[in-house]
């Protein structure tokens, strides 16, 4: 017998052997019916392989994460089959899941794909999945896995038996389809119910651009086709959402070739939401203790080899500049931080000057691939709230404590409300990957960790996501249509002092190394502009939209009375502008509305009379009647309330 403890801490016993199907019977078969995988000692497996020890043990279904990507990874292989059936001989790289689905690269060979064959190929894979069939695993030998890949004239799986360990080599076969993979996947192709292949998109193999040129085939799957439809109806609201068409509607920004791939130019309009954004946290940095800098956009190679950023990121970086001095380069910078770092060694410190906070909007460059490039959100220039905070060890927690108050504070005022805190920690089976001693990197895991469960952070570890110098804390922020993006970083670094030699002098006057923190509320101006236009729908906080009110006359022998309301606005530093056209004022409305103006001040006969104004709010309507200086009190209390 072997001892099993489920997640509610209770011990049961079972026979060696069982399956984590079994115990899901034992407990209920309506439960059985939804279990896609489970988690035995922390790592997910099918739900069908044997128990051989004592162990932790959670049930997955598609209520879970972890289920989800179980479900997801299985509908790819089934779409596989489906490939195949239509298009014989065709091969296949990868097939993993992704947050929202999943997508496989198919070499399609003479074959020519189109988003125009989706709907046969959906109807093959439900077809298939109504046979029932169950997903198979089966360990094999490398030589037998060369052997039959080798048979098959399958370059792309011989290419990752390479880098595979004898011993740990499965194939998966449901049906059909048979191929290389680690798993876990569902029990049988009969859970699932609904398909939807959403994009096609070219990929290289193996992200190289030099290597062939695969096709991506994107998809989603549920469990019960009312999941599928609720998905669907959130993507068309998506679309109406994306940055990149209302970025254009609402004269925001805007991209140019000759200019470059992934550079944004900033229109009037979105340059005053960006410059506000930048006032906002300015003006919260000062509260804090914040000093500002400014440095370069480039710098020498050294700089960014003493830091290992040219070691680890040099490859993503643009090419290095020469200069006519022999042997001198200079880059693009990636990172802020080692300027800073500079900065701080510019004169000498004492104890009693800790800590220091560097704070700067800079612009960094990252040669990002076009084929990555994504509107705002994946570009080539960006600009970050960047700050470092050099400190003494025992100001670490309470210097991250503050940090994570202020990131906090970003995300009431931008009504992001539904976040959770990853802490990304190095992965221990990979260590090549990160600098410094493992003392440090202790020590500094354990502030991220003490910290954001002194602040009550709803939090999670996530292996392997930490920076090659630090652990992170990232803010992972849920939009208004569910989709979870990363905002706000915070990072613990003991390395790059140690890099760059930083000092300071303690109580005891001995030379001491200060703790570095990193931290960007924001992360990239660019990326967080990106997804609170999606989130708010080009709705921005009062505070933050660049146009306020529009007064309308409702005719011309009005307008002058417009621009004396506009002017007494203007007076309490509200922005607002009139709509002098000559037309018709319901035209002017809707006009308004589609620009998303938060307010609208008509204005005719009787308001001129009686020196008001007739208040519209955008998507509610009317607001009654109410004097001017009634409106702008009304304004203030809204933004004061946003920013409270």
């Not at 994107?218 to 439809?229: A, E, M, V």
């Not at 200069?323 to 060694?345: A, D, R, S």
Request: glycine share 6%; proline share 5%.
């Amino acid at each position: 017998m072997i001892n099993i403890t489920l997640p509610d801490g209770q011990v049961k016993q079972y026979p060696k052997g069982t399956t984590a199907m079994d115990i899901a019977k034992s407990i209920s078969e309506g439960l059985a019916r939804n279990v896609l995988s489970a988690k035995v000692n922390g790592e997910v497996v099918d739900a069908n392989l044997p128990i051989e020890t004592d162990a932790t043990f959670t049930l997955l279904t598609f209520n879970d994460a972890q289920g989800k990507e179980t479900m997801w990874h299985s509908t790819a292989h089934l779409m596989a089959e489906a490939l195949e059936f239509y298009y014989p001989g065709v091969k296949f790289w990868v097939g993993p899941p992704l947050e929202n689905g999943f997508y496989y690269d198919v070499d399609c060979g003479t074959y020519v794909l189109s988003t125009d064959d989706f709907k046969k190929i959906e109807d093959k894979m439900l077809e298939l999945a109504r046979q029932n069939n169950p997903y198979l695993r089966k360990a094999i030998s490398k030589t037998d896995g060369i052997k039959y890949f080798t048979e098959k004239g399958d370059e792309y799986k011989l290419d990752l038996l390479q880098n595979l360990e004898d011993g740990n080599i499965t194939l998966y076969t449901q049906g059909n389809f048979t191929d290389l993979c680690r798993g876990p996947h569902i029990p049988h192709t009969g859970l699932i119910k609904a398909v939807k292949l959403t994009a096609l998109a070219g990929a290289y193999w193996k992200g190289d651009e030099k290597n062939k040129q695969l096709t991506r085939i994107y998809g989603i799957s549920f469990p019960k086709q009312k999941d599928l439809d609720e998905y669907l109806k959130m993507l068309e609201e998506a679309k109406k959402r994306d940055h990149r068409k209302l970025g254009k509607e609402l004269e925001l920004f805007t991209f140019s070739e000759k200019v470059g791939m992934g550079l944004p130019l900033w229109l009037p309009k979105g340059t005053a939401v960006r410059e506000r954004l930048e006032q906002f946290m300015r003006k919260a940095q000062v509260q804090a203790g914040y000093l500002p800098v400014v440095t370069p956009h480039i710098g020498n190679k050294n700089l960014y080899i003493t830091s290992g950023h040219y070691e680890k990121y040099g490859k993503d970086s643009f090419q290095p500049i020469k200069t006519p001095h022999e042997g001198e380069e200079f880059f693009l910078k990636p990172m802020n931080c080692p300027h800073h770092c500079e900065i701080y060694k510019a004169s000498p410190k004492s104890y009693k000057d800790l800590p220091v906070r560097y704070a700067e909007f800079g612009t960094v460059y990252r040669y990002e691939m076009a084929g990555e490039l994504h509107g705002l959100t994946r570009v080539r220039g960006f600009t970050q709230d960047d700050a470092h905070l050099f400190c003494r060890p025992d100001q670490v927690k309470e210097e991250f404590c503050k940090v994570i108050d202020l990131v906090l504070y970003v995300f009431k005022a931008l009504n992001f409300t539904d976040y959770v805190a990853q802490i990304s920690l190095r992965d221990p089976e990979n260590k090549a990957k990160y600098i410094g001693s493992d003392e440090n990197w202790q020590l500094a895991e354990q502030a991220i960790i003490e910290s954001a469960n002194e602040k009550g952070l709803k939090t999670f570890v996530e292996l392997g996501e930490a920076a090659f110098y630090g652990p992170k804390l990232d803010f992972m922020v849920k939009d208004a249509l569910g989709r979870k993006w990363q905002l706000g970083t915070i990072q613990v670094d003991y390395n790059l002092p140690a890099r760059f030699e930083l000092e300071y002098t303690g109580s005891d006057n001995q030379k001491h190394r200060p703790v570095m923190i990193h931290r960007a509320p924001f992360g990239s101006l660019e990326r967080f502009v990106a997804v609170l236009i999606e989130h708010c729908a080009g709705n921005f906080p009062l505070w933050l939209t660049p146009e306020q009110v529009y007064v309308l006359p409702i005719s011309d022998k009005y307008n002058d009375y417009a621009k004396k309301v506009c002017q007494l606005l203007n007076n309490y530093d509200i922005r607002a502008l009139v709509d002098e056209r000559n037309e018709k004022i319901g035209k002017k409305i809707r006009d308004t509305e589609l620009k998303k103006i938060p307010f609208m001040l008509v204005v005719g006969e009787k308001e001129m009379t009686d020196n008001a104004v007739a208040v519209r709010k955008h998507s509610e309507g009317d607001k009654g009647t109410m004097t001017i200086e009634a409106f702008a009190e009304l304004i203030k209390q809204e933004i004061n309330g946003q920013l409270a």
